[in-house]
């Protein structure tokens, strides 16, 4: 069996893969910015998280659609002792700055 | 405090029913109190794979609607105390739930339990979109095939859009559940591997559930994987799948349900 198989071509896994990567970056475009929201929530997340220990679970992220413009809500509750232990860790040069 | 989660897929037969059963079965089996609600009108089956269905009295449209109390509907099983399940109505028609009723009654089920595990129908319809509205948490059941990731991609969407936490601009925890896997094929290359599905779909893993012949005997009978046999490999996964569900760090071990001398002798040596 495995010696037949051997000389056979691999397998159709590839395939498989490669075509539904495909199919997906097309479908998650076509179906609008269905997660920007969650995508932004996680890479939020990443980043605070570097920085400053927090609940994950404090932070809120929202969209909201009005005419020709979105806003987009950020709210973040950080105990106010971890912002005063992360600042001592950072030198002034590397602070974030806030959009 | 308790935890509400959907166990959804889009694509049908990947196994949602009989994960839903197995890992509330495995909650339970540590003493905390579980809730298995049935969310598919008209096509119940959760009963069934509970070995409950002759025990079915009122239902979740029933409590939904204010013609019974939940603790008339709700089944206690009669292997686990702390195991409990609401079954979905048979006769009525899937639009007798409304969103109003589905939530008073997840959130009585969070005042009784630790955890209410909603077993979501097939599909994007209304029915999906409710079991999942109120859950805190998703575990996404998918096959490592085309059809079922495809439609698990689609799923995760909605989790992110449709969900009460994701309006509210809150996370909702998504994490996949492998099932009906082969690592004998996926290492032939005939079968997407874990990666390649873990790449595409890009959420955490919760577990790997080998394809097994145990399940199609536990359904026969009506006790999940996780009731009897120690020994077989799907019910450890579930239970192993459980644990993290639980928040443990439990060691991902990919299961071989098919390393036999005979297999080791002729196959392609497991990765």
Known sequence: ?99 | MSKVIVVTSGKGGVGKTTSTASIGVALAQTGQRVCIVDFDVGLRNLDLVMGAERRVVYDFINVAQGDAKLAQALIRDKRIDTLHLLAASQTRDKDALTDEGVERVIGELRDSFDWVLCDSPAGIERGALLAMRFADQAVVVTNPEVSSVRDSDRIIGLLDSKTRRAERGERIDKQLLLTRFDAGRSNRGEMLSVADVLDILSIPLLGIIPESEDILRASNVGAPVTMTGLTSLAGRAYRDAARRLAGETVPTVIPDEKKTLLNRLFGRRAA
Not at chain 1, 12 to 40: F, Y
Not at chain 1, 85 to 92: I, Q
């Open chain 1, 1 to 99: 069996m495995s010696l037949f198989r051997f000389f056979k071509s691999r397998g159709t896994a590839p395939v498989a893969r490669e075509r539904l990567q495909i199919l997906l970056t097309h479908e998650r475009v076509a179906l609008g910015p269905r997660d920007l929201v969650a995508i932004l929530r996680d890479d939020l997340l990443a980043t605070i998280a570097r920085h400053i220990e927090f609940d994950p679970e404090k932070l809120s992220v929202k969209m909201d659609r009005a005419g020709a413009f979105s806003t987009l809500e950020i709210d973040v509750e950080i105990p106010s002792d971890k912002i005063n232990s992360a600042a001592l860790r950072r030198t002034p040069s590397t602070q974030a700055s806030a959009a």
